[in-house]
Nanobody
Framework: QVQLAESGGGLVQAGDSLRLSCAAS??????MGWFRQAPGKEREWVAT????????SYAESVKGRFTISRDNAKNTVNLQMNSLKPEDTAVYYC????????????????WGHGTQVTVSS
């Protein structure tokens, strides 16, 4: 059974840092990524990392502040979020795909249930 379980969300103040983790199980995943959805908005892609970890890609809105990483031995993918802003407030979702695709692709076939991140001003 495939499972992606996010953790690490919470309430922080603007300028603070937060680290999200996603524990994956049940399949061998190629690229993994993070998305977010703010209230009243569509889900937005945040970052992607290849299976090797050698390639990463970020949305312009988080570039330079967020860092995605993964540990294949532990089957985890992390999102280190620094210099958080109120506009980063959203439910953050872990995503994974079992097929090899472009680092630019935002198509994923497995999803977690999300973890809430709230940034107060």
């Amino acid at each position: 059974q495939v499972q992606l379980a996010e953790s690490g969300g919470g309430l922080v103040q603007a300028g603070d840092s937060l680290r999200l983790s996603c524990a994956a199980s049940g399949r061998t995943f190629q690229s993994m990524g993070w998305f977010r959805q703010a209230p009243g908005k569509e889900r937005e892609w945040v970052a992607t990392i290849t299976r090797s970890g050698m390639m990463t890609s970020y949305a312009e809105s988080v570039k330079g502040r967020f860092t995605i990483s993964r540990d294949n031995a532990k089957n985890t993918v992390n999102l280190q979020m620094n210099s958080l802003k109120p506009e980063d407030t959203a439910v953050y979702y872990c995503a994974a795909r079992t097929y090899i695709g472009s680092i630019q692709s935002t198509d994923f076939n497995f999803w977690g249930h999300g973890t809430q991140v709230t940034v107060s001003s």
